[in-house]
């Protein structure tokens, strides 16, 4: 009776670990590849293969490990890959790896928390060298996950593979917003998301940046920096203060901007006259003459 009872235990407990999407890698301690490498406090850990003398990974086809796992108990598993390979965890320091990917992107969001960096070699290695600098592709900030290298002073380059775990705070719409419309606090909306994939970076700073819509925005949409550009402090047809400086006089006229123009800009006016003139856009309804 009390076989049976913990039998039904470990098969309710293995139903809790349903729904699990396998990775393409995993990194084990040693050459013994377990149930847990995938599934963690798993309660029927059997072994389930060997990483061969002298080899430090091991390939096993997607569909052979659902199989194998379903057998033990495991249901709803499902693949990412056609394939999921086990690398045995090599014994080295990755911490000062892990700073630099770190600090990385913490220069590139300023309201990230990040939790974790797992950073693992792409091969099995012993040692790292004494002396290497560490190298990242440009625009490796947009994932959580990317590819790092290290580079020696003879220039070998040893690669490893990186996945961050963190928080970020981005702007998302509130409702949608039209072309040229700024973006304020009553049509955006700061939330705090778990940190996956950007196609472009999210604009984390619109309290601080005079900004505006390049294009209609949807609702609910994660804002960008492909989504916005500089405000446009002197709109089409709006009646601006133009100022002329002389020597030691100045002189100030309104006119109507036939441009909208942002700070820099150089935009025509028209005069009371019908006179038009080339100023240069110096702040919000102003200009100044060239």
């Known amino acids: 009776m009390l076989t049976k009872l913990i039998s039904f235990i470990l098969l309710l407990s293995s139903l809790l670990f349903a729904d699990t999407t396998l990775k393409s890698t995993y990194y084990v301690q040693s050459d013994d590849i377990y149930i847990s490498a995938m599934i963690k406090n798993a309660p029927r850990n059997k072994l389930l293969y060997k990483i061969e ?47 630099y990917i770190k ?6 969001y300023n309201e990230m928390d990040i939790k974790e960096i797992k950073v693992e070699p792409r091969g099995y290695i012993t040692s790292l060298p004494k002396k290497y600098t560490v190298e990242i592709q440009r625009k490796n900030y947009l994932s959580r996950s990317g590819v790092v290298n290290i580079k020696t002073y003879q220039n070998k380059k040893i690669f490893f ?71 446009n402090v ?26 909208s123009g942002k700070p820099g800009d150089i935009i025509t006016i ?6 038009r003139l080339k100023v240069r856009v110096s702040g919000k309804n102003k200009a100044e003459i060239r």
């Open 53 to 99: 003398p002298g080899k430090y990974t091991k390939r096993v086809k997607s569909k052979e490990l659902i199989k194998t796992l379903k057998e033990h108990g495991y249901r709803e598993i499902s693949p990412s890959s056609r394939y999921v390979k086990f690398v045995k965890k090599s014994p080295i320091d990755t911490s000062k790896i892990a700073l």
């Open 103 to 108: 600090n990385y992107y913490l220069n590139h």
């Open 161 to 231: 593979n990186y996945d961050i775990v963190a928080n970020i705070r981005i702007n998302l719409s509130r409702k949608k917003i039209k072309r040229d419309v700024e973006l304020t606090n009553l049509n955006t909306i700061k939330k705090n998301i778990i940190f996956d994939r950007f196609m472009a970076k999210p604009v984390q700073n619109i309290d601080s940046n005079a900004l505006q819509a390049k294009h209609h925005i949807k609702k609910d949409k994660i804002i960008t920096t492909r989504d916005v550009e500089t405000l």
């Open 234 to 259: 002197v709109k089409k047809d709006s009646f601006i203060n133009v100022v002329l400086d002389n020597k030691n006089m100045s002189i100030t006229f309104s006119a109507k901007a036939l441009q």
């Open 270 to 275: 028209e005069k009371s006259n019908g006179k």
